[in-house]
């Protein structure tokens, strides 16, 4: 997958180390640390290219996430001068101006409204497999923290900024991909809208969020490497792809899981949110949330269709049937998988 970069196991190794040092630290200094380590493992992976778009993409990758540690770094200091401790379960004394500038350097490092301008244009340059990387390894620390984050945080009613954050994540996710031609960056716009509804979920129940990430991560597993393996690119030449028309319409229904088409899988993570968070005054960033989670599968719909009627008309309905392959199995548990996970909660809920 790396052919001109040898040490890409070591780098990935590096990587690992720092998100768990990041996870399991208590202390703001750890945290940092571990952040930078996960930084400085994924940068030889981007930098190491043979494209110049690539190299572009790291720059802008490393500026930003610099950007968000010394977001990260001057929040921890100004809640250590009101406590005079790093730690982190025993730190209480959270002021105002610490409290929002943690949160602004998790959203820089996460992408999320309104610091979500970097994302799109550095995944349009990145080949697909750092894309992978960028859209689910890299989410995986910054969310859990900011879980930790808002509960130490409630007391300052800090419940108000992640309802606008994620609102305008979803808003971004769904409005900012109508105008795109090419894939990498409307993933990019999929990847903020989904976003905004884990850090909502994040306000009601950390299960659900967890169920939305792990969800969200076997789909663009399948997703990227179906990509990957058809080295698409642009969504104008989607139908010339080098692949069957199988692999083709595994792609485009990954695309609608995504967009939360019941009942595929990406359906039953959203039910999950709306059905914890429907009540008293959820009720309007719910429904902010799913008008950016409709205006992502009109696209998504767009697409398919326009895709489906270009095929049949050039090619015929009978290249369905041809090399059935692995791609057959993904499709069969992409559709099935969501009616077997609403099964099982619905007998849990009983």
Known sequence: MFSGLPFSYMFMSVMGMGTLLSVSSVHWLGIWAGLEINLI???????????????ESAVKYFIVQALGSSFLMFGSL???SCSFTWDLHTNYYFSGLGAVTLMAGLCVKLGLFPFH??????MAGLPWFSCLVLTTWQK???LFLLLCFLELTQPFNILYFLCVISMGSSLVGGFGGLNQTQIRALLAYSSIGHLGWMVFAILHSEWTMKTYLVIYILISLS??????LSDS????????????????????????????????????????VMTSGTWGPWLFVISMLIVGSLMSLFYYLSLFFSFFLMSVKKHGLSNFEAN??????????????????????????L
Do not use: C, D, R
């Open 140 to 142: 995986v620390a910054p």
């Open 233 to 272: 690119g642009f969504m104008k030449n989607i139908s010339n792809l080098k692949a069957s028309m199988l692999m083709q319409g595994s792609i485009l229904l990954l695309l609608l899981s995504l967009g939360g088409l019941p009942p595929l899988l990406g359906f039953i993570p959203k039910l999950l």
């Open 324 to 349: 059935p392959g692995s791609v057959m199995v993904i499709n069969i548990m992409n559709i099935t998988g969501g009616v077997i996970i609403l099964m099982f909660s619905l007998m849990g809920s």
């Open 78 to 80: 100004i809640v250590f």
């Open 41 to 55: 493992g994924f940068l030889p992976m981007l930098i190491y290219q043979k494209s110049v778009s690539e190299s």
């Open 223 to 228: 997703m990227f490497m179906s990509l990957w």
């Open 117 to 122: 301008y970097w994302l799109p244009g550095v």
